[in-house]
């Protein structure tokens, strides 16, 4: 079974990281510095990749052994450390200008200083947070149901490799600014599915103990466990019968959010007027 969710969040994650890697290494090129700065970019890569990897297994050996209580807490926890790390991710994004131009301005510090170690920990630390990023949101999308994350998972990552060589390589023009606008506002709707999914499994741990009652029910219309019910709860957390904690906190996160994007547009068209 095919997992969007997972195909979008290794997609995006990977591009991230291929986009950082690449305005790195075309910075280098462009001030024609010696290759000791080239292999620092490319030792930081491995090694972010690898802290990723030894992430995931630590999850999948030491983290995923817990049972009953346990289980539904750490499972609510991580759903709502990974939704508040999409939020984080999207509405910063959201609010930078220029992030091709703060990495050239480090890359240009390092080389000043003569320091490759730099531009190793600045390389290390841009792909190990993406791959911090995609094991949590990887494990979160998991507890919530989503299946067929691995052929997914690495469709996403080697689509997103394409396009990444493809930007940098060729003189084609993406249009990225686009593509990040519409997969930001759909992962804000997985996030806000995760809060919800979180909220149930923090409830049924007994750790929230209000808004427990049934708003409505439309398992018979939409089942949550079969068909395109499934599909929902993967993506956006659809639960065909929810609890009156699980709507608010779902909502209230979408109002929120919604308040933050339309406040920063109204802003820069204020300031685009003036």
Same mark, same amino acid.
Do not use: K, P
């Given at each position: 079974m095919f997992s969007f969710a997972t195909f979008l969040i290794t997609f995006r994650e990977t591009l991230e990281a291929a986009l950082v890697i690449g305005i790195i290494l075309a910075y280098l090129n462009q001030i024609k510095v010696g290759p000791s700065y080239r292999k620092s970019v490319y030792w930081g890569i491995g090694g972010g990749i690898l802290f990723a990897l030894g992430l995931a297994t630590l999850f999948e050996t030491q983290l995923g052994g817990?049972?009953?209580?346990n289980e539904e807490l750490f499972e609510g926890v991580t759903m709502l450390i990974a939704a508040a790390l999409i939020t984080w991710m999207i509405v910063w994004m959201h609010r930078q200008k220029s992030i091709s131009k703060e990495l050239r301005d480090k890359v240009q510090t390092h080389v000043d200083k003569e320091r490759p170690i730099g531009i190793f920990l600045l390389t290390l630390l841009s792909v190990g947070r993406e791959g911090i990023e995609t094991v949590l949101? @990887?494990?979160?999308?998991?507890f919530a149901g989503e299946q067929g994350q691995w052929i997914s998972g690495i469709l996403g990552i080697l689509l997103a490799i394409a396009l990444?060589?493809?930007l940098f390589a060729t003189t084609k023009k993406i249009p990225l600014k686009q593509f990040f606008t519409v997969s930001g506002l759909l992962l804000l709707l997985f996030? /806000?599915? @995760?809060?919800a999914h979180g909220t149930h499994e923090l409830?049924? /741990?007994g750790v929230l103990a209000i808004g427990t009652q049934e708003v409505w029910n439309t398992n018979g219309v939409i089942n949550e466990k079969g068909g395109f019910g499934e599909i929902l709860k993967g993506l956006f957390g659809y639960n065909g019968n929810p609890s009156l904690a699980e709507v608010v906190s779902y909502t209230s996160y979408l109002a929120l959010l919604g308040w933050v994007y339309f406040k920063k547009d109204k802003k820069r068209n204020a300031s685009l007027q003036s």
């Open positions: 817990f049972e009953g209580r949101f @990887l494990n979160a999308s998991r990444g060589y493809t996030a /806000a599915g @995760l809060i409830q049924e /741990a």
